[in-house]
């Protein structure tokens, strides 16, 4: 089987790996490609590997939706993609979609596609999934092994490449606002909180930053163990938790983010444990362009579409 696959803002930093992704692979191809701001331009303008007959084209819900295709991956800023959603369930509903916003990631008719901390029974073969978000990833990745071992919330402390704020332009993403910098924002309430505390069923204090550099995350995360755990031992949980998984490594040193910047998966190491054995501290590192964002969503594709991850 040859997947068909249609990318819904396909300009973006997360659509330009998503090109890529797909075009690395012999059981995928890029069918279609839609960007407003580039419709009508071939796409190997901006991603050489793509197929030299693609051209950008100016997305349309009900086009979108008549296309002979198998999945669509939608990577549209947060409100954007329900008009396509709605279309699709209308004229296409076998038709798989993953969507990288937020929009669906509370929503208990689509699936939270995060293999490795979840499983993947829910994921293989659904036709909705929502990808979860990047910090979300990291974040969840460095508690899931524990989360029925914490006596309180878990606190993660996240950094984050500018990459992440998108190509909007803000302050987060000007440089000279970056230079020299670390910009702490939205203390309280981060959508990113309200993810991983709902699939995590507990929860979760969270506190965003950006910096100056392009793509890469750590997430340092602080938690209260119920029963007391030596360095070891927490080291060890991790190791089982995630013995089968390809796309995460776990190291004895705190990744940084040079660590995960690049990397497909995520890193996962630090591991110390305070003096009264109740305190740990895990540190995560990913590139949110990747792991947390466009390998993952070539994971759930793969997981939807009986493809080999």
């Not at 800023?77 to 038709?95: F, K, M, T, W």
């Not at 505390?197 to 950006?210: A, C, I, M, Q």
């Not at 793969?302 to 493809?307: F, I, N, V, Y």
């Amino acid at each position: 089987m040859t997947a068909r696959i249609a990318l819904v803002g396909a300009r973006g930093h997360t659509g330009r790996e998503l090109i890529r992704l797909i075009s690395e692979r012999d059981d995928m191809v890029l069918a279609w490609a839609g960007s407003r701001s580039l419709s009508g331009r071939h796409v190997t303008e901006m991603a050489p590997e793509a197929d030299p007959d693609l051209v950008f084209k100016m997305p349309d819900p009900e086009t979108l939706a008549g296309l002979d295709i198998d999945a669509v991956v939608l990577a549209l800023p947060n409100g954007a993609g329900e008009p396509y959603v709605a279309a699709i369930d209308s004229l296409a509903p076998q038709r798989v979609i993953v969507d990288l916003s937020a929009d669906y990631r509370f929503d208990d008719n689509w699936v939270y596609g995060l293999p490795e901390a979840y499983g993947r029974e829910r994921i293989a073969g659904a036709r909705r999934i929502a990808n979860p978000g990047c910090y979300a990833t990291a974040g969840q990745l460095a508690v899931a092994p524990l989360r029925d071992h914490l006596a309180a919330p878990a606190h993660v402390f996240g950094v984050s490449g500018y990459s992440g704020a998108g190509t909007t332009p803000s302050r987060k993403n000007d440089t000279e606002a970056l230079k020299d910098n670390l910009m702490p924002y939205a203390l309280t309430g981060h959508i990113h909180e309200r993810e991983m505390s709902r699939h995590l069923g507990l929860e979760v204090r969270f506190t965003p930053h950006v910096a100056e550099f392009f793509r890469g995350i750590t997430a340092t995360v602080h938690l209260d163990l119920k029963d007391a755990m030596t360095p070891d031992t927490l080291q060890a949980h991790f190791a089982a938790f995630y013995q089968d998984e390809a796309l995460v490594r776990i190291q004895d040193m705190a990744p940084e983010i040079r660590d995960g910047a690049y990397n497909p998966g995520a890193v996962l190491g630090g591991f110390a444990v305070g003096a009264d054995g109740h305190h740990a501290v895990i540190v995560c590192a990913e590139d949110n362009l990747l792991k947390g964002a466009a390998v993952q969503a070539v994971q759930n594709l793969c997981l939807s579409l009986g493809l080999p991850e």
